[in-house]
């Protein structure tokens, strides 16, 4: 999965997940919780600016219909 990142910050982030999902409805009405595959789970210090890729850790199949949901979250005390 790849980011254009316009600045950057050398924070550690810890508890790194990116989790995806093929989503059959045109309309997200709330949070979804359900049907998540976790492709990278760890931690991650964003390298520089332009485009930075991160190599999925577990395999995800897009159906090539749905639509594609993509979460990412980390759980540090303080942000950057």
Request: negative net charge.
């Given at each position: 999965?790849?980011?254009?990142?316009?600045?950057?910050?050398?924070?550690?982030?810890?508890?790194?997940?990116?989790?995806?999902?093929?989503y059959?409805?045109?309309?997200?009405?709330?949070?979804?919780?359900?049907?998540?595959?976790?492709?990278?789970?760890?931690?991650?210090?964003?390298?520089?600016?332009?485009?930075?890729?991160?190599?999925?850790?577990?395999?995800?199949?897009?159906?090539?219909?749905?639509?594609?949901?993509?979460?990412?979250?980390?759980?540090?005390?303080s942000?950057?």
């Amino acid at each position: 999965i790849g980011f254009n990142v316009a600045s950057v910050s050398a924070q550690l982030m810890n508890g790194f997940n990116v989790r995806m999902q093929n989503y059959q409805s045109g309309t997200i009405t709330g949070f979804e919780s359900n049907n998540w595959t976790t492709v990278y789970s760890g931690t991650y210090t964003v390298p520089g600016t332009g485009w930075k890729y991160i190599d999925l850790t577990t395999p995800f199949f897009y159906d090539g219909t749905n639509n594609l949901l993509i979460e990412i979250c980390f759980n540090n005390s303080s942000e950057s």
